[in-house]
C-alpha cells in the first residue's frame, strides 16, 4: 500500500470535498489553489470553497425535492460541504442558504487543520507533473487557460464553453420596504429560516411591461470570442429570458404565486422579484434568479425601476464568465477517470455537472473512489437509483449525437428527477382510493423516488464499510 500523497488541483467546492474526503480516508493529500498567487475573474478571496454566483445550496426537502436528496444523501457521508452549509446557514424559504463568507472560512480552516491535508498556494500551468501519480482535477468553471490547453492536448477535443451569470446584490437598508415584504412563497419554511425569508417587490402589469422594454433596448456585455456559445437553461441572464417571450420572466424568476402583498392584500402583483438573505448579518440581498449580462452602466438604472428598489445601493453587480467543460460522456470513465490518462479523475463543474451542490457531491464521490485506490481497495459506485449515483451515470452515459444528427446533446445539468430510473409499484391511488392525477401523482413519484433513494444508500453504505472491514 502506498503512502504518497493524492493530488487535488482546484481550492472550489469540488476539490474541497475530495481533499477531505481523501484525508478522513486516512490518505495524505496535496490540495493545489492557485489563488491568491494567480486570482480570478469572479472570485473575490483566496479562501478555499468560495461562493462567486448565488449563496443557495436550493431546496432542501429530502422528500420531494432532488437536491434536498442529495443534501441528505452528502450528509450521511459526512461531507465537509454539508456540514460547513448547515453550520453557517442563513433564513431562505424553503432552501439551504448561507453566509459566504463565514461558509468559506469554516472550510478552509478544516482543511489547514487537518494533519492529512497539504493547502499549496500556486498555478497547475499546463497537465499535472508525470510523477503524480493520482491526481483529481477540480478547477471548475474557471480552470486556468495553460491547465485547460493541457487537458484538450490530452482529450483531442475542443473545450466546451457556455455562459454564467452572477446576480447583483443589494444593501437590505436600501430596499423600501413600504413597498416591498418579507415572505417565502406558500409561507414555506426552511432550515434556519421562520416562512418569511425573502423580500418581495411587486410590479403591475404596467410597470413589468416598462421593465421588459428597459431589458431589451439595454446595452449588454459582447463576447467576440465566445460568440455561439450556448447558455446553461438553469443560468440564463435574465435579458436572454426576455428574448424569448415577455411573458417568460414573469412565469420563471418573476412568477407572482404563493404571495400576498401585506401592504395591499386585496391586489394580485402582476409578477414579483425576490430577493434572498445574502449573509449572516442579514445587510445584503441578492436578486434572486436576475443573472445578467447588462453593462453596469444600464444595471443600476433599470432594477431600480423595480418598485422597493427605487433607492438600491447595489453592493456588487450582475457580471458573466466563461464556463469550461469536457465531453465526460466520451472522455471519461465510469469512475471518472481521463480514459487517455487514467491516473487523472476529474471532480465538479468540468466534468458537466451544474450546482454548488452536484459540484461538491462529484468531488466528494471522486475523493472516495481515488482514496480507495490508494488503499488498494476498490470501491463500487453508488446505485444509480440514488441521487449521487443518478448525477454520476447523467456524466459518464449522457447521449452524444454525431454531426448529422445536430449539435450535441451533453450539457450541464442540475440533479433532478429525471435522471433518476423508473420506479415500479409507485403510489397510483390516494387513501380514498381514488387514482392520483397531476400535482398530487407528482409528488407521489417524488417521495416514492426518494424513498427508494435513501433505502439505496443506506445499503451502499453497508456494503462499502463491510468491504473496508474485510
Known amino acids: 500500500m502506498s503512502t504518497s500523497p493524492i493530488h487535488v488541483v482546484g481550492g472550489g467546492l469540488a476539490g474541497s470535498e475530495a481533499a477531505w474526503q481523501i484525508a478522513q480516508a486516512g490518505v495524505p493529500v496535496i490540495l493545489h489553489e492557485m489563488r491568491p498567487v494567480r486570482g480570478t475573474d469572479a472570485h473575490k478571496t483566496e479562501g478555499l470553497a468560495e461562493l462567486v454566483c448565488s449563496n443557495s445550496f436550493r431546496s432542501d426537502d429530502s422528500t420531494s425535492n432532488a437536491v434536498g436528496q442529495l443534501h441528505w444523501e452528502m450528509r450521511r457521508l459526512d461531507s465537509l460541504i454539508m456540514a460547513k452549509g448547515d453550520a453557517h446557514q442563513v433564513p431562505a424559504g424553503g432552501a439551504l442558504a448561507v453566509d459566504r463568507d463565514g461558509f468559506s472560512q469554516a472550510v478552509t480552516a478544516a482543511l489547514e487543520a487537518h494533519p492529512l491535508v497539504t493547502i499549496a498556494r500556486g498555478e497547475i500551468a499546463g497537465l499535472p507533473p508525470a510523477e503524480w501519480d493520482k491526481v483529481i482535477i477540480a478547477t471548475g468553471p474557471l480552470t486556468s487557460p495553460a491547465l485547460a490547453e493541457g487537458i484538450k492536448s490530452l482529450t483531442g477535443e475542443n473545450e466546451l464553453a457556455f455562459f454564467d451569470a452572477i446576480a447583483p446584490i443589494v444593501h437590505f437598508d436600501s430596499i423600501d420596504m413600504d413597498t416591498a415584504w418579507f415572505q417565502s412563497r406558500y409561507d414555506k419554511p426552511g432550515p434556519g429560516g421562520t416562512g418569511a425569508d425573502y423580500i418581495n417587490c411587486p410590479l403591475d402589469r404596467d410597470q413589468y411591461e416598462a421593465f ?149 457531491a462529484i468531488g466528494l464521490l471522486t475523493g472516495r473512489l481515488a482514496a480507495a485506490e490508494r488503499l488498494g481497495r476498490e470501491l463500487e459506485l453508488p446505485p444509480a437509483t440514488t441521487a449521487l449515483g443518478a448525477l454520476v451515470n447523467h456524466i459518464t452515459g449522457g447521449h452524444i449525437v454525431t454531426i448529422d444528427e445536430g449539435p450535441r446533446s451533453f450539457q450541464p445539468m442540475n440533479i433532478n428527477f429525471g435522471l433518476f430510473p423508473h420506479i415500479e409499484g409507485q403510489a397510483t391511488h390516494g387513501p380514498d382510493g381514488k387514482r392520483l392525477k397531476g400535482p398530487a401523482k407528482s409528488v407521489a413519484r417524488k417521495q416514492a423516488l426518494t424513498a427508494r433513494a435513501k433505502v439505496e444508500l443506506d445499503g451502499w453504505i453497508s456494503g462499502t464499510q463491510a468491504q473496508a472491514a474485510e
Not at 271 to 297: E, I, P, W
Not at 304 to 328: C, D, K, V
Open 212 to 360: 421588459i422594454d428597459a431589458l431589451l433596448a439595454a446595452e449588454k456585455t459582447e463576447f467576440k470570442e465566445w460568440e455561439g456559445t450556448p447558455y446553461f437553461d438553469g443560468c440564463l441572464p435574465i435579458e436572454v429570458m426576455a428574448e424569448r417571450g415577455r411573458e417568460t420572466l414573469r412565469w420563471g424568476p418573476m412568477k407572482p404565486v404563493g404571495l400576498t402583498n401585506k401592504h395591499n392584500p386585496t391586489v394580485k402583483a402582476y409578477a414579483v422579484v425576490q430577493l434572498r438573505q445574502d449573509n449572516a448579518l442579514g445587510t445584503l440581498f441578492n436578486m434572486s434568479g436576475f443573472q445578467t449580462k447588462l453593462k453596469y452602466g444600464e444595471q443600476a438604472s433599470i432594477f431600480r425601476m423595480i418598485p422597493g428598489l427605487q433607492n438600491a445601493e447595489f453592493a456588487r453587480l450582475g457580471g458573466i464568465h466563461r464556463n469550461t467543460y469536457l465531453n465526460s460522456p466520451k472522455l471519461l470513465d465510469p469512475t471518472l477517470r481521463l480514459k487517455s490518462d487514467p491516473r487523472l479523475r476529474f471532480a465538479g463543474q468540468i466534468t458537466g455537472c451544474e450546482g454548488y451542490v452536484e459540484s461538491a
